[in-house]
T-cell receptor
Framework: AQKITQTQPGMFVQEKEAVTLDCTYD???????LFWYKQPSSGEMIFLIY??????QNATEGRYSLNFQKARKSANLVISASQLGDSAMYFC?????????????FGDGTTLTVKP | SQTIHQWPATLVQPVGSPLSLECTVE??????LYWYRQAAGRGLQLLFY??????ISSEVPQNLSASRPQDRQFILSSKKLLLSDSGFYLC?????????????FGPGTRLTVL
């Protein structure tokens, strides 16, 4: 069965510094996708970044990058130059590659607080 | 562009009352649709997903049910709410052809059962 583990319930970072949010996963599938979502206090889930299991390069989207280490089954999110607006809960998720539905498994999240 | 709507935004219901939450998607056709529940401070738990009209798959046993009467409409229902049904309910859609596409979430419904 798929499982996502986020070991950091809460993280603090100083504004303008970089922060890494950890995510490890477990799956027997060869094809899968890894995602990071941001959930501000308003509750909406905002898609940040995606990494495919066959992608050889780490994904990047603006200030977000995904440190993908397939052998270690880790998919850490790196946020560079943190901003106050980055304070939110962050979820790592994995979706099966096979089948049409592509159901996602989510971790329990990490609450990030950016300090001014 | 695609948009996803959910209503109501918040709901307070007594135990034993019925429930109907609605989700609609605009700007795409034949989407995969999902209902998730999020307990306070926790991750998302997949409740139901649908790959087409009338096709519903349940992920966890519960007193909730889902229906998809139209291609872009997904409804979450209950005949009698329990206290444990309280939570934040999120509807999501994804493109139907490949499993690795990202999901897009609606704004959510915060349900409190008293």
């Amino acid at each position: 069965a798929q499982k996502i583990t986020q070991t950091q319930p809460g993280m603090f970072v100083q504004e303008k510094e970089a922060v890494t949010l950890d995510c490890t996963y477990d799956t027997s599938d060869q094809s899968y996708g890894l995602f990071w979502y941001k959930q501000p206090s308003s509750g909406e889930m905002i898609f940040l970044i995606y990494q495919g299991s066959y992608d050889e390069q780490n994904a990047t989207e603006g200030r977000y990058s995904l440190n993908f280490q397939k052998a270690r089954k880790s998919a850490n999110l790196v946020i560079s130059a943190s901003q106050l607006g980055d304070s939110a809960m962050y979820f790592c998720a994995m979706r099966e590659g096979g089948g049409r539905a592509g159901k996602s498994t989510f971790g329990d999240g990490t609450t990030l607080t950016v300090k001014p | 562009s695609q948009t996803i709507h959910q209503w109501p935004a918040t709901l307070v219901q007594p135990v034993g009352s019925p429930l109907s939450l609605e989700c609609t998607v605009e700007g795409t056709s034949n989407p995969n649709l999902y209902w998730y529940r999020q307990a306070a401070g926790r991750g998302l738990q997949l409740l139901f997903y649908s790959v087409g009209i009338g096709q519903i798959s349940s992920e966890v046993p519960q007193n909730l049910s889902a229906s998809r009467p139209q291609d872009r409409q997904f409804i979450l229902s209950s005949k009698k709410l329990l206290l444990s049904d309280s939570g934040f309910y999120l509807c999501a859609w994804s493109r139907g052809l490949a499993g690795v596409n990202e999901q897009f979430f609606g704004p959510g419904t915060r349900l409190t059962v008293l």
